[in-house]
Structure formats: C-alpha cells, structure tokens
C-alpha cells in the first residue's frame, strides 16, 4: 500500500475512533487528546491534586504500546538517543503547559473544531503560526543535535511503564487516584480505551501521522503529505458529529474550552513552535518513544512533569478562562523556547555538526 | 562525482532540509551530471521522506539499504533521464 492511502486511512480510523471514544464516555470533543490524558494520568497517580482531572487514560499506554508493536513487526524497533535528552524534557515540559492553557493537544484542537468549537480556529492559526517561526529556524539549520544507538534497555523503559500503568488503572490500587466528577471521571471503558489506543499507535506509526509536521512540511517543503492525514481527522469526526447530532457551532459553551481567543492564539503558538523544534506534537513524540527513540521519551517525560506543574501552580486553564499564571508561564515558554531555538541554529554552524553538502 | 549529505542520526525533517538545501547549491540542470546526490540516512521514516521529496522535485530516486545490522541506508538521487 503506498504512504499517501496509509497516511489517509489512519487520520480516517483516528478521527473515527476520537468521536467513538466520546460515545463510550470520554469527555465531550475529547475522545483523544494526548496532553490532557497525560494531565490525566500525572493526576491518576497523585502527581498533581487538582481532583476534577485525575485517572490512568489507557490510551496513552495504548499509544505507546502500539507503536512498540508496529514498529517490532515491521523490523523498525531501535534504541536509539543522545539528541539533546534534557533540551526535549524542557520542550515537552512547555509543549503541555501551552496545550493545557489552550485546553488541548494539536489533535484535540481539530477534534474541537469538528465538533463546531470555532475557539479552536484561533488555536489552529496560532498553531501553524508556532509552527512557521520554528520553520525558519529549521531553514536556518536548527538542530538538536545527532542520535546515535543505544542500548536496548533505554528503549524498554516507557514500553514497561507503559504496561504498569495499565495494571494499575485495571487493579486500582488505594494509591491512584481517580476523579468521581469533572472530565477526569468521563471516561470509555478501560478495554476499549485501550483497544482504541493500540490501534491508533500503531497506525500512527505506520504513517508517521504528525498534527505539527502536516503544517511544518507545507510551509517548508510545500509537501502536503502529512496535512492530508490531518485533513482526514477533521473530515471523518466533523461527518460522524454531524450524524451523531454532537456538533454545535459557536464559540460560548463549549466543552473544556474557554473563549479567550488571545490566549487560545499564543498558548498554541507555544504548542507549535515546540513541536517543530522537537520535530513532532505530543501525539508523535508518543509514538516515537514506543519505537525506541529515547529522545522522544524525554519528550513524553518532560509532558508528563509539565502537566503537574500546570496543575499545581494554578497554570492550566479552566472554562472560565486562561489564569494570570496561565499566561506567565505561556510567555515563560515562549521565550525558552527562542532561546533554544537560537542555540539550536548556532549550534549548526559548528565543525562537527556541518550540514553542507561535501565532495564524496 | 556526486554530492553527499550525512544526515545519519538526524530526524526529520532535517534530512529533508538538508537534501532540499544540496539540491539547491548542486543545481543539477547546469552541471549534467547523472548521479546529483547521495544522502545518508538511518531511519526509516527519513528514508521515505528523503525519497518523498526529491521525487516530488522530479528526480529519479533509488535506495540502498544496509546490511544486517546496520542502520544506514544510502538513498541515491538521479536527475531525471539521465541515469
């Protein structure tokens, strides 16, 4: 099957699967969002106390797990990492603290706009706009620097964490939490939410899906590869909203979201200029830490952290709007990540990271 | 003599920036040689985009991968016509 039908179909399956999740009880326009079911399970194991939005999503371990086994069958598994492991932990830490003031990851803010949240068009253009800044600097020679293979082991780690975590939400030991209301107690059964998950990983990586590479590739290549793939998510959960009479068009009172649309427009520039810079959003750092890549697992850990500091700093925001510390900490994340991102360039110029074409 | 580009250990997409960056300075229709480029790769997801690319550019592409073992794989591009 050539790449174009893959990346098609798995964008269809994710989009089908996200409005079938809300049918079987995750939250309303959130049948998958990878930052807050990260968020989630940052609450479900006690990380953050913020209790509306405590439980152990087995979607994320079913992403992961997913793309493990995609990536075994296809011989495609290696351990592999050293490309600037603690600059990606930041830059994840940031990814969510900007997705979590928006109140969505890349896929949630298209699945929101399927469901006729136009919030969500102020997040999507400062998305790509994130996204256009961080391909300046990857035009510029922006690099995080070179992986190289590592033991096996570093890549069993997040896979093994991956499989507690789903003993966990099965066997509810008294130390997990779990939300009796809010968004955190909405919730698909465990199986199915894990079926789903394993389904959409796996896809996923077959396709290298990528909410920020769709929009990096047009703008940097004019390649509209990976965007078609994004398209198809809207397309398919926009259709399956419409029969299933969810979709309600407007901007005031919608499901987890507010209507700050400045903030709604930076905090998903911060999403989308971190993304470029970590070459992939939340859902494909995910899926290239179950492949092996460590570095993206410093990216999934770095989210994981982030998620209860915005919880415990009052930085996430709620219905009600974005908060003061919301909005520090998006300028905070903004400007790190110019910082990395100028090193990164500066640090292509040097000798030993020289990417200009040489004489075989 | 054809041109490389190392992007081994590199994720995308800078390997594809840097093939797209080659191509340009190479400028392939004025030094009629067949063989344009060379780019070292050592993941999959790079070698199809690499390849993605410079077909798309209308070049013709064809892939070496390595042997057992190890990851690099060469993907090898070829004005148009002229291999």
């Given at each position: 099957?050539?790449?174009?039908?893959?990346?098609?179909?798995?964008?269809?399956?994710?989009?089908?699967?996200?409005?079938?999740?809300?049918?079987?009880?995750?939250?309303?326009?959130?049948?998958?969002?990878?930052?807050?079911?990260?968020?989630?399970i940052?609450?479900?194991?006690?990380?953050?106390?913020?209790?509306?939005?405590?439980?152990?999503?087995?979607?994320?371990?079913g992403?992961?797990?997913?793309?493990?086994?995609?990536?075994?069958a296809?011989?495609?598994?290696?351990?592999?990492?050293?490309?600037?492991?603690?600059?990606?932990?930041?830059?994840?830490?940031?990814?969510?603290?900007?997705?979590?003031?928006?109140?969505g990851?890349?896929?949630?803010?298209?699945?929101?706009?399927?469901?006729?949240?136009?919030?969500?068009?102020?997040?999507i253009?400062?998305?790509?706009?994130?996204?256009?800044?961080?391909?300046?600097?990857?035009?510029?020679?922006?690099?995080?620097?070179?992986?190289?293979?590592?033991?096996i082991?570093?890549?069993?780690?997040?896979?093994?964490?991956?499989?507690?975590l789903l003993?966990?939400?099965?066997?509810?030991?008294?130390?997990?939490?779990?939300?009796?209301?809010?968004?955190?107690s909405a919730?698909?059964?465990?199986?199915?939410?894990?079926?789903?998950?394993?389904?959409?990983?796996?896809?996923?990586?077959?396709?290298?899906?990528?909410?920020?590479?769709?929009?990096?590739?047009?703008?940097?290549?004019?390649?509209?590869?990976l965007?078609?793939?994004?398209?198809a998510?809207?397309?398919?959960?926009?259709?399956?909203?419409?029969?299933?009479?969810?979709?309600?068009?407007?901007?005031?009172?919608?499901p987890v979201?507010?209507t700050?649309?400045?903030?709604?427009?930076?905090?998903?520039?911060?999403?989308?200029?971190?993304?470029?810079l970590?070459?992939?959003?939340?859902?494909?750092q995910c899926?290239?830490?179950?492949?092996?890549?460590?570095?993206?697992?410093?990216a999934?850990l770095?989210?994981?952290?982030?998620?209860?500091?915005?919880?415990?700093?009052?930085?996430?925001?709620?219905?009600?709007?974005?908060?003061?510390?919301?909005?520090?900490a998006?300028?905070?994340a903004?400007?790190?990540?110019?910082?990395?991102?100028?090193?990164?360039?500066?640090?292509?110029?040097?000798?030993?990271?020289?990417?200009?074409?040489?004489?075989? | 003599?054809?041109?490389?580009?190392?992007?081994?250990?590199l994720?995308?997409?800078?390997?594809?920036?840097?093939?797209?960056?080659?191509?340009?300075?190479?400028r392939?229709?004025?030094?009629?040689?067949?063989q344009?480029?060379?780019v070292?790769?050592?993941?999959?997801?790079?070698?199809?985009?690499?390849?993605?690319?410079?077909?798309?550019?209308?070049?013709?592409?064809?892939?070496?991968?390595?042997?057992?073992?190890?990851?690099?794989?060469?993907?090898?591009?070829?004005?148009?016509?002229?291999?």
């Open positions: 099957m050539n790449q174009r039908r893959v990346v098609l179909i798995s964008g269809a399956v994710v989009g089908a699967l996200s409005v079938a999740l809300t049918v079987a009880g995750n939250p309303a326009n959130m049948g998958i969002c990878v930052a807050c079911f990260i968020r989630d940052a609450g479900g194991l006690g990380l953050h106390r913020a209790e509306v939005v405590q439980y152990l999503r087995p979607e994320i371990p992403f992961i797990l997913g793309s493990m086994l995609a990536a075994v296809t011989g495609e598994f290696r351990a592999r990492g050293g490309s600037s492991p603690v600059l990606r932990f930041v830059l994840g830490f940031f990814v969510i603290i900007g997705a979590l003031v928006f109140l990851c890349p896929l949630r803010m298209i699945l929101r706009l399927a469901g006729g949240d136009l919030n969500a068009v102020f997040g253009v400062g998305f790509a706009a994130g996204i256009w800044v961080g391909a300046i600097l990857l035009r510029r020679g922006f690099t995080l620097g070179r992986s190289s293979r590592v033991s082991g570093n890549a069993l780690v997040l896979p093994i964490l991956s499989a507690f003993i966990l939400v099965i066997a509810m030991p008294a130390f997990i939490f779990a939300s009796s209301k809010g968004p955190g919730h698909a059964p465990v199986l199915w939410a894990l079926v789903a998950g394993l389904v959409v990983g796996a896809l996923a990586q077959r396709s290298r899906l990528c909410l920020a590479g769709g929009i990096r590739d047009l703008i940097l290549i004019r390649d509209p590869h965007f078609s793939g994004f398209a998510i809207f397309v398919v959960s926009l259709a399956l909203n419409l029969i299933s009479g969810r979709f309600k068009l407007g901007f005031e009172g919608q979201a507010h700050d649309w400045m903030w709604n427009f930076l905090s998903m520039a911060t999403v989308g200029l971190g993304a470029a970590l070459g992939g959003c939340p859902l494909r899926i290239l830490a179950g492949e092996g890549d460590t570095d993206g697992v410093m999934f770095g989210m994981l952290v982030g998620s209860a500091f915005a919880h415990n700093w009052g930085i996430a925001s709620s219905a009600a709007g974005p908060t003061a510390n919301g909005k520090t998006t300028i905070v903004l400007v790190v990540m110019a910082v990395i991102g100028y090193m990164g360039v500066d640090a292509s110029r040097r000798p030993n990271q020289k990417q200009t074409a040489k004489e075989a | 003599m054809a041109y490389r580009v190392d992007a081994r250990g994720s995308c997409p800078q390997p594809v920036v840097m093939t797209k960056r080659a191509l340009e300075a190479t392939p229709e004025e030094s009629g040689v067949s344009v480029l060379e070292l790769v050592d993941n999959h997801t790079a070698m199809e985009n690499v390849s993605r690319f410079a077909r798309h550019r209308g070049f013709d592409v064809q892939v070496e991968v390595g042997e057992d073992g190890d990851d690099c794989c060469i993907v090898r591009i070829y004005a148009k016509g002229l291999r």
